[in-house]
């Protein structure tokens, strides 16, 4: 997945979704839109992806269940949103590369702190792990 290279690093957030949608200026995806990878739609939008460390993983305009949202903000900087530990969150602000995460699409057990990241900071495994209780990304900061 490719971003601007002066992303930022990734933020904690204490705010809602929807605060990030307006941060990120982002709207919903088109219908016409729909099925695209990231990286072929335009700035300013965001939608929901099943498996978001993939290149050509394609985002739809309706949320399913544990799916993850994705946004293309106002300035091309892709973002991956969702929970993580506090201690995670840390280490995703401090860009603490190599560290590994595991990002999860909702609220689950300590994952309670919403994050953030742009996707140029993400290291997905080349194997995607089948689904577990409450669907993990795990990935490692670039």
Do not use: C
């Not at 971003?3 to 941060?23: G, I, K, T, W, Y």
């Not at 949202?69 to 949103?81: C, F, N, P, S, T």
């Not at 190599?98 to 309670?112: E, H, K, S």
């Not at 495994?125 to 990304?137: A, K, S, T």
């Amino acid at each position: 997945m490719s971003a601007p290279q002066n992303a930022p690093l990734a933020a904690a957030s204490p705010e809602s979704v929807d605060a990030l949608r307006v941060r990120h200026q982002v709207r919903l995806l088109t219908p016409e839109q729909e099925g695209l990878p990231i990286g072929r739609l335009p700035a300013g939008v965001y939608g929901f992806a099943t498996a978001p460390g993939m290149d050509a993983v394609p985002l739809f305009g309706k949320r399913a269940y544990h799916n993850f949202e994705v946004h293309k903000a106002a300035d091309g900087i892709e973002y991956l949103i969702g929970f993580v530990t506090p201690e995670e969150a840390i280490s995703l602000a401090l860009g603490k590369e190599g560290t590994a995460i595991r990002m999860f699409p909702d609220p689950w057990q300590g994952a309670q702190q919403l994050v953030s990241v742009p996707l140029s900071q993400i290291v997905a495994p080349r194997r995607v792990l089948p689904r577990e209780d409450g669907n993990p990304f795990p990935f490692t900061i670039a």
